[in-house]
């Protein structure tokens, strides 16, 4: 069965820093590209991240270029986002995903 | 970036109609779309992939077409573990985009 569980959300202040994590079970990790989506409170969503399955190719979002890291570590069969220079703006649901099988999320509140 | 407009943005039906949301694509993305669907609280559910191929175990009910620019999602006889808010993805370039969401609500 596939599983993708987050963690590491929670309050921090603006300014802040945070690392998800997104532990991942039931398939071959390392074979996939893997994305970070976000949802803010009451609105859509929004791709952040994605990183090829041997870390080759990362893209970001504009809104976290420069301020938001992906990085994996296929031995450990895990996904992560770096977040750093926090904004009341980053506050969402963070999903962690292959594009067919989302994790529950984890909430990050900038307050 | 590509643009994906989606409508509507809301929509009341009842049980036993069918409906159908529109995604459009600033400019053509083959068929590198998506449909997901989230009920409150939960992730997003991948309802169907490549704009018209079924995820497995999702109801026959459900159907995707399209190709290039315009896509829909139909729903042919609507049931009450699908009222949903419902959300395109085009993921032929970056950044990837979604639409804005139909929020699909009981008449």
């Known amino acids: 069965e596939v599983q993708l569980v987050e963690s590491g959300g929670g309050l921090v202040k603006p300014g802040g820093s945070l690392r998800l994590s997104c532990a991942a079970s039931g398939f071959t990790f390392r074979s996939y590209f893997m994305t970070w989506v976000r949802q803010a409170p009451g609105k859509g969503l929004e791709w952040v991240a994605s990183i090829s399955s041997s870390s080759t190719y990362i893209y970001y979002a504009d809104s976290v270029k420069g301020r938001f890291t992906i990085s994996r570590d296929n031995a450990e069969d895990s996904l992560y986002l770096q977040m750093n220079s926090l904004t009341a703006e980053d506050t969402a649901v963070y999903y962690c995903?292959?594009?067919?099988?989302w994790g529950h999320g984890t909430l990050v509140t900038v307050s | 970036d590509i643009q994906m407009t989606q409508s509507p943005s809301s929509l009341s039906a009842s049980v036993g109609d069918r409906v159908t949301i529109t995604c459009r694509a600033s400019q053509g993305i083959r068929n590198d779309l998506g449909w997901y669907q989230q009920k409150p609280g939960r992730a997003p559910k991948r309802l169907i992939y490549?704009?018209?191929s079924l995820q497995s175990g999702v109801p026959s009910r459900f159907s995707g077409s399209g190709s290039g620019t315009e896509f829909t999602l139909t729903i042919s006889s609507l049931q009450p573990e699908d009222f949903a808010t419902y959300y395109c993805?085009?993921?032929?370039?970056?950044?990837?985009?979604f639409g804005q969401g139909t929020k699909l609500e009981i008449k």
């Open positions: 993805l085009q993921h032929n370039a970056y950044p990837y985009t």
């Open positions: 490549a704009a018209s």
């Open positions: 995903l292959r594009l067919d099988f």
